[in-house]
Each structure stands twice: as structure tokens, then as C-alpha cells.
């Protein structure tokens, strides 16, 4: 049995680092597109050059199932452009998940709304429809749904309970690029729907998100809130609201044509990156079956898991004889796997959602969420890892047992580790 690397031992993973590398590098065509457009155009006030041609290029990805595409900045902007969009303002509620990225819910606060934070389904990660149910009042305009880390949310019976409540559905799909639910697009069930395009993510721009939709007064609304001047003249069709092409609703928030063109390449490339991602992730949950105290990542019969954004088995302490997490990471990492604690709590322990007065509009009583009530969101978060989600397919094969071999090793020496608590 080998010495734990912590305590001086060899170390198990030899493979030279970086072990995950992303984004990819761009390729010669994708850099003579970006040197090309530095001496045509730097700035895109409208729907023309690699603007249009990576939202064409987006609803094509969409399969047609949405009429729309409009980019922005971030994906957190395109959120706000989405809430805007929707009509969300001063005391209504918006309905979303207690474990997720803060940005699929903070745009909402801006426009005055309140949210209501809902626990989390074990297996999915992503919304439970139950306590859906029991949140929704006379308040709530909107349900967020978060398909996180790409695994897609319930969605026949999330439709359903938006159908029956008369609610909006906003569909945040920046981990779920291409993910599918029965043979259905994400991004395709709600009102409005959003990517991040993020650095991270399966499609990415650097910085930049979009949104789509088939409502043409949505449309409307989302351009005018971030795209003044020529694209509100050129493409909101809408008589009311057409008058406000000069400013707009105040805010740029539009993409750079730079990152629109690091877009287009990364659409283009995505289909054969996710099939490499999806093998090299089928392989390493395989392996993990061998791991006692590992669960790997839950995936539904049903679903496809698209961009697959994250790859965060769980850790089960008392199949580990209760070693701590954190004592497990700094043994892994010793060991030289590159693995660590997902860095983002339950949205309800921040403390922009804690507080029960609103902290944009001083004097407004708001929603205080209690963490309490997210007692599925609060155990994932204590038991999850952070591993990579690898997608060089097969040259990763040899780094996945190489981890396999390090988590193996904490199984053998869990006395050593134990004489470190
Ligand atoms: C679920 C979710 N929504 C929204 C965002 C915000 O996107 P951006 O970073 O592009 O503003 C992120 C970013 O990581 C995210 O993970």
C-alpha cells in the first residue's frame, strides 16, 4: 500500500497538468476572423456583421424553435433584459432555485421584484416542482428554472404548474447548452429563455449571453432595455414601443463584435466537443462506480445533458469513516487531482437574499429567504465535489484513472488520513 502524497508519498496522478483546459484555443480561422474585424468594425450598433450572423447561427442551434435571438453582454444582462422583458417590477415575486448561481435571480431585484427561494430535487440539482407549489402566491409573476450543470429540469411538471397558475416561465439554460429534456430542447418550453456565454461555458463568447424567445413583444421589450439607437430603430416592431428607439429604457448592454465572432467559432465546434465531453464524462462515472464513498452525478434516462457545464459527484463522509471534505480535497490535491469545493453556496446564505429589507430600495420590506427551508440545497452543497468536467476525448482516459488510482488510495489509508483530523 502506498504512502498518502500528503504524508510524503509518491503522488498517485503523474499526467502533466493542465488536466482540463477551457476555453479551448482558438484555431487560425477563428483569429483571422477577429484580426479582420479589427479594421472593419469595432463597434456593431446594429443587427449586422457577427452580430447577426452568430444569432442566426444560435437559432439555427435552437432547431428553429424559437423566432428570436438577441446577444448581450453577459448573461447576466441578458437576465435583467429577461425579467424587463416579462413586465417584472416593484412588489412582484419571481419563484427560483436555492442552489444555483446568484445571476439567474439577482437581475430580478433591480426591477424591485422579491424572490422566493425553492429547495432543489437531489437527483436533477435543478427546481422541485413540489415546493414550487407551496411557494407560489398572489405575487409571483415568474418561475426560474435553473437546468444546473446541464442536467434539465422536471419540465412536464413544471409547464403544468405554470399552465394552472398563470405564471411566466423563465428558462436559464447557461450550464445546458444542447441540453435536451425527452427529445426537447431546454430553452424552447418557457416564455423566455437565457444563456451565459461566459468563459466556462459550452458556448462561449468570453463575455456575452443571450436570450430567445418566440414572443414578439418580449422581443421588443429586451432590445429596447439594451440596445438603443439603430437596433431598436431597425428591429422592434412594436408601434408603442418603436417610439423609444433614441434611448431606449437607458441601458448598453450590448455584445462586442469580438466576442460575437469567439461565439460563432465555439457554436461551431460545440457538437463534437459535447460528443468528446460526453464520452470522457460516461467514462469517468463509470469508474466512480468503483469508488465506495463517491456518487457520481445523477443523470435521468430521459435527458440529454447537453454543454454538461460541471461534473460535481457527491462526497459520503461515513463510507470515508467521516473524514472531513476539506481534509479529502488537500489529500486529493497532494495526490495531484485537481479537485476542489464548489464555490457557490445556497443563494439563501448570501447576504443580499438574507435580509428582509430590501437592500436596493431602503425602506421596502421584501421576501427574506431562510435557509432553513432548503435543507436538499444545504446538503449538496456540503457534500459536493469539484472535478473536471473533461472533454479530450480519448487522450483524458489515462488522467480519469490516474484519479480513479488517487481516490482508491484514500480508501486504503483512510487510518493516515484519520491521524490528520
Ligand atoms: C446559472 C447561471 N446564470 C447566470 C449566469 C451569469 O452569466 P454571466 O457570467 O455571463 O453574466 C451564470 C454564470 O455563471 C450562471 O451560471
Not at 479551448?24 to 456583421?49: F, K, W, Y
Amino acid at each position: 500500500m502506498s504512502k498518502l502524497s500528503l504524508l510524503g508519498g509518491e503522488k498517485t496522478v503523474t499526467a502533466a497538468h493542465p488536466h482540463y483546459k477551457w476555453p479551448p484555443d482558438a484555431d487560425m480561422l477563428e483569429l483571422e476572423d477577429l484580426v479582420a474585424q479589427r479594421n472593419t468594425d469595432i463597434s456593431t450598433a446594429g443587427r449586422t456583421g457577427p452580430i447577426r450572423d452568430f444569432e442566426e447561427a444560435f437559432l439555427e442551434f435552437m432547431e428553429g424553435r424559437v423566432k428570436y435571438a438577441v446577444t448581450f453582454n453577459s448573461g447576466t444582462s441578458a437576465l435583467l433584459a429577461a425579467y424587463f422583458a416579462l413586465g417584472v417590477r416593484d412588489g412582484d415575486e419571481v419563484i427560483g432555485p436555492a442552489l444555483t448561481f446568484h445571476a439567474a435571480l439577482s437581475p430580478a431585484l433591480i426591477l424591485g421584484a422579491s424572490v422566493r427561494l425553492v429547495d432543489i430535487d437531489k437527483n436533477t440539482r435543478c427546481i422541485d416542482p413540489e415546493k414550487v407549489k407551496e411557494a407560489i402566491t398572489e405575487k409571483t409573476k415568474v418561475l426560474t428554472v435553473v437546468h444546473q450543470w446541464g442536467h434539465p429540469c422536471d419540465m412536464d411538471r413544471l409547464v403544468d404548474i405554470v399552465r394552472r397558475h398563470n405564471l411566466f416561465l423563465l428558462e436559464d439554460c447557461s450550464h445546458a447548452h444542447g441540453s435536451q429534456y425527452k427529445g426537447q430542447l431546454v430553452g424552447t418550453f418557457g416564455d423566455v429563455a437565457v444563456f451565459s456565454l461566459q468563459a466556462n461555458k459550452g458556448v462561449f463568447a468570453g463575455e456575452g449571453g443571450i436570450l430567445v424567445t418566440n414572443d414578439s413583444n418580449m422581443h421588443d421589450r429586451a432590445t429596447l432595455l439594451g440596445h438603443y439607437r439603430d437596433r431598436s430603430r431597425d428591429e422592434v416592431v412594436s408601434k408603442d414601443l418603436r417610439k423609444y428607439w433614441v434611448t431606449g429604457f437607458g441601458q448598453k448592454l450590448r455584445m462586442s463584435p469580438f466576442n460575437a465572432i469567439v461565439a460563432l467559432h465555439s457554436l461551431r465546434a460545440f457538437p463534437e466537443r459535447k460528443q468528446r465531453r460526453h464520452k470522457a464524462l460516461a467514462y469517468f462515472t463509470e469508474r466512480l462506480q468503483e469508488v465506495d464513498y463517491i456518487e457520481p452525478p445523477y443523470v435521468a434516462t430521459n435527458v440529454d445533458m447537453g454543454a454538461w457545464y460541471g461534473y460535481k459527484p457527491l462526497y459520503i463522509k461515513e463510507r470515508l469513516s467521516n473524514v472531513p471534505r476539506p481534509l479529502l480535497v488537500r489529500a486529493l490535491r497532494a495526490e495531484g487531482v485537481k479537485v476542489s469545493i464548489p464555490s457557490a453556496p445556497p443563494v439563501g446564505t448570501l447576504p443580499l437574499y438574507a435580509e428582509n429589507l430590501h437592500p436596493l430600495f431602503p425602506g421596502k420590506g421584501w421576501y427574506r429567504n431562510d435557509v432553513e427551508s432548503h435543507p436538499v440545497a444545504r446538503q449538496i452543497a456540503s457534500m459536493a465535489l469539484s472535478l473536471p468536467p473533461f472533454w479530450r476525448w480519448p487522450e483524458d482516459r489515462e488522467i480519469i484513472d490516474q484519479y480513479i488510482s488517487a481516490f482508491l488510495k484514500m480508501q486504503s489509508n483512510v487510518h493516515d488520513l484519520l491521524s490528520l483530523v
